[in-house]
C-alpha cells in the first residue's frame, strides 16, 4: 500500500531548530489534509500541526509560533520547520495524511526520533 517517509530527525540542543520532511512513496487520492504527530514515552500522541489542502493550519499552543507546517500537494509532501526546540519536544514525529471521506489520517508514517537535549 502507499507509505509515507519521514525524514529529517535527530538530536538538536535547545532552542535549535530542524526541519522534518515526509512523502508518500505513491500517489494518494484526494488528500484533505496533511498532520505531524508527536508520541513521548509515557505520553499520550499529540497532534502538533495540521495544514489542509488550500492551506489552513492549525496548532496547539504548546509549538504555536514555534512551529510551521508546510506542504506540495502536487508531490504529496509535508513539511515541519522546528525552531525554538525544547526537550519537552523530545519524541517521536510521525506524518499523517488524510484522504478525501476518510474521519481520521489514513495513512501514517513511521516516525523519526527528535531529541532536544544539550
Known amino acids: 500500500q502507499v507509505q509515507l517517509v519521514e525524514s529529517g530527525g535527530g538530536l538538536v540542543q535547545p532552542g535549535g531548530s530542524l526541519r522534518l520532511s515526509c512523502a508518500a512513496s505513491g500517489s494518494i487520492f484526494s488528500i484533505v489534509a496533511m498532520g505531524w504527530y508527536r508520541q513521548a514515552p509515557g505520553k499520550e500522541r499529540e497532534l502538533v500541526a495540521a495544514i489542509t489542502r488550500g492551506g489552513s493550519t492549525n496548532y496547539p499552543d504548546s509549538v504555536k509560533g514555534r512551529f510551521t507546517i508546510s506542504r506540495d500537494n502536487a508531490k504529496n509532501t509535508v513539511y515541519l520547520q522546528m525552531n525554538s526546540l525544547k526537550p519537552e519536544d523530545t519524541a517521536v514525529y510521525c506524518c499523517?495524511?488524510?484522504?478525501?471521506?476518510?474521519?481520521?489520517?489514513?495513512?501514517w508514517g513511521q516516525g523519526t526520533q527528535v531529541t532536544v537535549s544539550s
Open positions: 499523517a495524511f488524510r484522504s478525501f471521506g476518510a474521519a481520521n489520517y489514513d495513512y
